[in-house]
Protein backbone atom coordinates (compact mmCIF):
# COMPACT_ATOMS: atom_id res chain seq x y z
CA UNK A 1 0.00 0.00 0.00
CA UNK A 2 1.39 3.10 -0.95
CA UNK A 3 1.68 6.22 1.53
CA UNK A 4 -0.82 8.46 0.31
CA UNK A 5 -3.55 5.26 0.55
CA UNK A 6 -2.26 4.40 4.14
CA UNK A 7 -2.27 7.94 5.09
CA UNK A 8 -6.30 8.30 3.21
CA UNK A 9 -7.18 5.08 5.62
CA UNK A 10 -6.12 6.56 9.08
CA UNK A 11 -7.55 9.78 7.85
CA UNK A 12 -11.24 7.96 7.32
CA UNK A 13 -10.65 6.03 10.75
CA UNK A 14 -10.00 9.63 12.48
CA UNK A 15 -13.04 10.49 10.71
CA UNK A 16 -15.26 7.44 12.02
CA UNK A 17 -13.47 8.30 15.23
CA UNK A 18 -14.46 11.75 15.55
CA UNK A 19 -18.20 10.74 14.46
CA UNK A 20 -18.20 8.53 17.41
CA UNK A 21 -16.88 10.83 19.72
CA UNK A 22 -19.23 13.08 18.71
CA UNK A 23 -22.44 11.11 18.72
CA UNK A 24 -21.33 10.31 22.56
CA UNK A 25 -21.21 13.88 23.17
CA UNK A 26 -24.14 14.65 21.92
CA UNK A 27 -26.07 11.39 23.85
CA UNK A 28 -24.25 13.05 27.12
CA UNK A 29 -25.30 16.23 26.45
CA UNK A 30 -29.24 15.62 25.84
CA UNK A 31 -28.71 13.37 28.91
CA UNK A 32 -27.65 16.24 31.06
CA UNK A 33 -30.60 18.39 29.48
CA UNK A 34 -32.85 15.60 29.72
CA UNK A 35 -31.75 15.34 33.88
CA UNK A 36 -31.96 18.97 34.68
CA UNK A 37 -34.82 19.54 36.77
CA UNK A 38 -37.45 22.04 36.21
CA UNK A 39 -37.23 25.57 37.90
CA UNK A 40 -38.98 29.03 38.18
CA UNK A 41 -39.73 31.14 40.57
CA UNK A 42 -37.92 32.78 43.75
CA UNK A 43 -34.80 30.22 44.49
CA UNK A 44 -33.56 29.10 47.53
CA UNK A 45 -32.03 31.21 49.74
CA UNK A 46 -34.00 34.39 48.61
CA UNK A 47 -36.16 36.28 50.44
CA UNK A 48 -40.12 35.65 49.79
CA UNK A 49 -42.48 38.89 49.22
CA UNK A 50 -45.08 40.30 51.51
CA UNK A 51 -47.85 38.27 51.46
CA UNK A 52 -51.55 39.00 52.55
CA UNK A 53 -54.80 37.32 51.03
CA UNK A 54 -58.15 36.25 51.61
CA UNK A 55 -58.34 32.75 52.97
CA UNK A 56 -61.10 30.18 52.43
CA UNK A 57 -63.36 31.96 55.52
CA UNK A 58 -62.65 35.27 53.34
CA UNK A 59 -60.20 36.57 56.31
CA UNK A 60 -57.62 38.56 55.21
CA UNK A 61 -54.58 36.38 56.30
CA UNK A 62 -50.34 37.25 56.16
CA UNK A 63 -48.37 34.31 56.04
CA UNK A 64 -46.22 35.33 58.69
CA UNK A 65 -49.17 34.76 60.99
CA UNK A 66 -49.81 31.20 59.38
CA UNK A 67 -46.09 30.61 60.53
CA UNK A 68 -45.64 27.99 62.95
CA UNK A 69 -42.19 27.90 65.37
CA UNK A 70 -40.06 27.11 62.16
CA UNK A 71 -41.76 28.35 59.12
CA UNK A 72 -44.44 27.02 56.65
CA UNK A 73 -44.98 24.65 53.66
CA UNK A 74 -46.66 27.03 51.02
CA UNK A 75 -47.89 24.89 48.11
CA UNK A 76 -48.95 26.65 44.95
CA UNK A 77 -51.37 24.98 42.54
CA UNK A 78 -53.12 25.65 39.80
CA UNK A 79 -56.94 25.36 40.78
CA UNK A 80 -59.34 22.77 43.46
CA UNK A 81 -61.78 24.37 40.60
CA UNK A 82 -61.09 22.24 37.75
CA UNK A 83 -57.41 21.13 38.02
CA UNK A 84 -58.33 17.43 38.71
CA UNK A 85 -54.02 17.10 39.46
CA UNK A 86 -54.14 20.09 42.24
CA UNK A 87 -57.11 18.42 43.71
CA UNK A 88 -55.66 14.94 43.91
CA UNK A 89 -52.39 16.71 45.13
CA UNK A 90 -54.60 18.78 47.58
CA UNK A 91 -56.07 15.72 49.02
CA UNK A 92 -53.03 13.63 49.44
CA UNK A 93 -51.37 16.21 50.98
CA UNK A 94 -53.26 16.67 53.85
CA UNK A 95 -52.46 13.26 54.96
CA UNK A 96 -49.27 15.03 56.01
CA UNK A 97 -50.71 18.45 57.42
CA UNK A 98 -50.70 17.37 61.02
CA UNK A 99 -47.63 15.82 60.40
CA UNK A 100 -45.83 19.39 59.21
CA UNK A 101 -47.51 21.05 61.51
CA UNK A 102 -45.90 19.11 64.26
CA UNK A 103 -42.84 19.69 62.50
CA UNK A 104 -42.84 23.86 63.28
CA UNK A 105 -44.15 24.11 59.54
CA UNK A 106 -47.87 24.32 59.24
CA UNK A 107 -48.98 23.56 55.62
CA UNK A 108 -51.00 26.27 53.26
CA UNK A 109 -51.94 26.16 50.01
CA UNK A 110 -52.78 28.77 47.36
CA UNK A 111 -54.35 29.09 44.66
CA UNK A 112 -56.30 31.66 42.10
CA UNK A 113 -59.59 30.60 43.10
CA UNK A 114 -62.43 32.84 44.53
CA UNK A 115 -62.40 32.14 48.56
CA UNK A 116 -65.33 30.45 47.99
CA UNK A 117 -64.41 27.66 45.55
CA UNK A 118 -61.72 27.03 47.92
CA UNK A 119 -64.30 26.60 51.06
CA UNK A 120 -66.15 24.47 48.91
CA UNK A 121 -63.56 21.93 48.14
CA UNK A 122 -61.92 22.26 51.86
CA UNK A 123 -65.27 21.16 53.23
CA UNK A 124 -66.45 18.09 50.27
CA UNK A 125 -62.82 17.21 51.42
CA UNK A 126 -62.48 17.47 54.94
CA UNK A 127 -59.02 19.53 54.85
CA UNK A 128 -57.91 20.92 57.67
CA UNK A 129 -55.07 23.31 56.73
CA UNK A 130 -55.36 26.72 55.39
CA UNK A 131 -55.89 27.88 51.79
CA UNK A 132 -55.45 31.32 50.51
CA UNK A 133 -57.26 33.19 47.37
CA UNK A 134 -54.64 34.77 45.22
CA UNK A 135 -57.79 36.06 42.45
CA UNK A 136 -55.66 38.77 41.15
CA UNK A 137 -52.50 36.55 40.72
CA UNK A 138 -50.56 38.96 42.67
CA UNK A 139 -48.57 36.38 44.95
CA UNK A 140 -48.33 34.06 41.96
CA UNK A 141 -46.05 36.54 39.99
CA UNK A 142 -44.49 38.55 42.71
CA UNK A 143 -42.80 34.53 43.16
CA UNK A 144 -42.29 34.50 39.48
CA UNK A 145 -44.47 31.69 38.93
CA UNK A 146 -46.88 32.67 36.77
CA UNK A 147 -47.59 30.39 33.85
CA UNK A 148 -47.59 32.57 30.73
CA UNK A 149 -48.79 29.99 28.38
CA UNK A 150 -52.41 30.96 28.99
CA UNK A 151 -54.33 33.81 27.18
CA UNK A 152 -55.94 36.57 28.96
CA UNK A 153 -58.96 35.07 27.72
CA UNK A 154 -58.22 31.71 28.72
CA UNK A 155 -60.13 30.40 32.38
CA UNK A 156 -56.16 29.09 33.26
CA UNK A 157 -54.97 32.55 33.13
CA UNK A 158 -53.08 33.90 36.00
CA UNK A 159 -52.20 30.06 37.11
CA UNK A 160 -48.98 28.78 38.90
CA UNK A 161 -46.22 26.92 37.57
CA UNK A 162 -46.89 24.49 41.05
CA UNK A 163 -44.53 24.44 42.88
CA UNK A 164 -43.80 23.61 46.97
CA UNK A 165 -42.14 26.13 48.89
CA UNK A 166 -40.27 25.59 52.82
CA UNK A 167 -39.98 29.50 53.97
CA UNK A 168 -38.59 29.58 57.64
CA UNK A 169 -39.92 32.83 59.69
CA UNK A 170 -37.34 35.01 58.17
CA UNK A 171 -39.09 35.12 55.35
CA UNK A 172 -36.42 33.22 53.29
CA UNK A 173 -36.96 29.99 51.15
CA UNK A 174 -35.11 27.34 52.46
CA UNK A 175 -36.20 24.70 50.61
CA UNK A 176 -38.41 24.30 47.26
CA UNK A 177 -39.82 21.70 44.92
CA UNK A 178 -40.64 21.52 41.42
CA UNK A 179 -41.80 18.85 38.75
CA UNK A 180 -41.40 19.30 34.77
CA UNK A 181 -44.96 18.95 34.10
CA UNK A 182 -48.28 20.37 35.67
CA UNK A 183 -49.48 16.66 35.84
CA UNK A 184 -46.57 15.34 38.31
CA UNK A 185 -46.34 16.95 41.86
CA UNK A 186 -43.67 16.11 44.39
CA UNK A 187 -44.62 12.98 46.82
CA UNK A 188 -45.65 13.41 50.01
CA UNK A 189 -42.52 11.48 51.32
CA UNK A 190 -40.14 13.96 49.24
CA UNK A 191 -42.05 17.01 51.10
CA UNK A 192 -41.47 15.11 54.50
CA UNK A 193 -38.24 14.45 53.19
CA UNK A 194 -37.22 18.15 52.97
CA UNK A 195 -38.82 19.43 55.72
CA UNK A 196 -37.49 16.76 58.27
CA UNK A 197 -33.92 17.48 56.72
CA UNK A 198 -34.43 21.43 57.77
CA UNK A 199 -36.31 20.89 60.62
CA UNK A 200 -33.26 18.22 62.49
Avoid at 12 to 36: F, K, N, P, W, Y
Avoid at 109 to 115: G, I, P, Q, T, V
Avoid at 181 to 193: F, I, M, S
Wanted: hydrophobic letters at 45%; a negative charge.
Amino acid sequence: MSARSILGALGVITALAAGVMSAQAMEDSTAQVEATPFDAGIGIGEAVPIIEESTSTGDMQTLDALMGEKGVVLAFVRSADWCPFCKAQLIELNKIAEELKAEGYPLVALSYDAADIQAGFIDKQGLTYTMLSDEDSSVIKAFGLLNEEYEPDSRAYGVPHPAIYVIGTDGVVQGKLMEEGYKDRPANEAVLELVNGLAG
